[in-house]
């Protein structure tokens, strides 16, 4: 068990760029999970797969956002046209399809946007 | 739509003394319920989960917690703090449902003084 993998740790991108986030679940889990976190908050449901499939997304997901998770296996998450408002915690969590089970987080990848 | 609480963002407490954080949930059917905790630039580790099992959980750390129905609560609680112990903790709830995406409080963060 390697645990979730986020990459990058850190992306500091200027108003108005795109920037693409990488997450690599634990390898037997079938489960993706989205999450972003703003400074003293705690973390918002994004969107969550199911192995290939994108089975739920919230609201806060704007249209400037979108995920995919190709082949089952890692996940990304772009943003178009970024704004200072996405500065946040993006973290990426993986379970197995037992709804018992707890969800295990990366150590997330930290957006600022200038 | 489920919610949680979380009273006190901050809680400070002595070297060895009990640690006591509250925990309490809004939700139509008993969810399950778990405590993360969460260090400076790292993701979110499990402490606990609560699975309808014994409504007394114990966690990692020497950390428990309790399942109170009628309470509609999950406090969380260690009988003697260690400096190690300093860290932001979050209580999440998930429906017993397929998807399970997580219900977050906004966090206590803990000092522990000397």
């Known amino acids: 068990d390697t645990g979730v993998s986020q990459n990058p740790r850190h992306k500091i991108t200027k108003r108005g760029q795109n920037v693409t986030f990488r997450c690599d679940p634990i390898?037997?889990?079938?489960?993706l999970y989205w999450y972003r976190q703003t400074l003293g908050q705690g973390p918002e449901f994004l969107t969550y797969?199911?192995?290939?499939?994108?089975?739920?997304k919230s609201r806060l997901l704007s249209d400037r956002f979108s995920a995919e998770r190709p082949k089952g296996s890692f996940s990304t998450l772009e943003i178009q046209r970024t704004e200072q408002g996405d500065s946040a915690m993006y973290l990426c969590?993986?379970?197995?399809?037992?709804?018992?089970?707890?969800?295990?987080f990366g150590d997330g990848t930290r957006l600022s946007i200038l | 739509a489920q919610s949680v609480t979380q009273l006190g963002s901050h809680v400070s407490v002595s070297e060895g003394a009990l640690v006591l954080l509250r925990c309490n949930y809004s939700?139509?059917?008993?969810?399950?319920l778990f405590w993360y905790v969460q260090y400076p630039n790292q993701g979110l580790q499990l402490l606990l989960k609560?699975?309808?099992?014994?409504?007394l959980v114990k966690g990692i750390n020497g950390f428990e917690a309790e399942f109170k129905k009628s309470e509609t609560s999950f406090h969380l609680t260690k009988p003697s703090a260690h400096m190690s112990d300093a860290a932001e903790y979050f209580c999440?709830?998930?429906?017993?449902?397929?998807?399970?995406?997580?219900?977050f409080g906004g966090g206590t963060r803990v000092l522990v003084k000397p």
């Open positions: 969590a993986s379970s197995s399809r037992d709804s018992n089970q707890p969800q295990h």
């Open positions: 390898s037997e889990h079938n489960r």
């Open positions: 797969f199911q192995n290939e499939a994108q089975l739920e």
């Open positions: 939700s139509s059917v008993p969810p399950y």
């Open positions: 609560y699975t309808s099992a014994a409504t």
């Open positions: 999440a709830v998930s429906p017993k449902a397929a998807g399970n995406k997580l219900t």
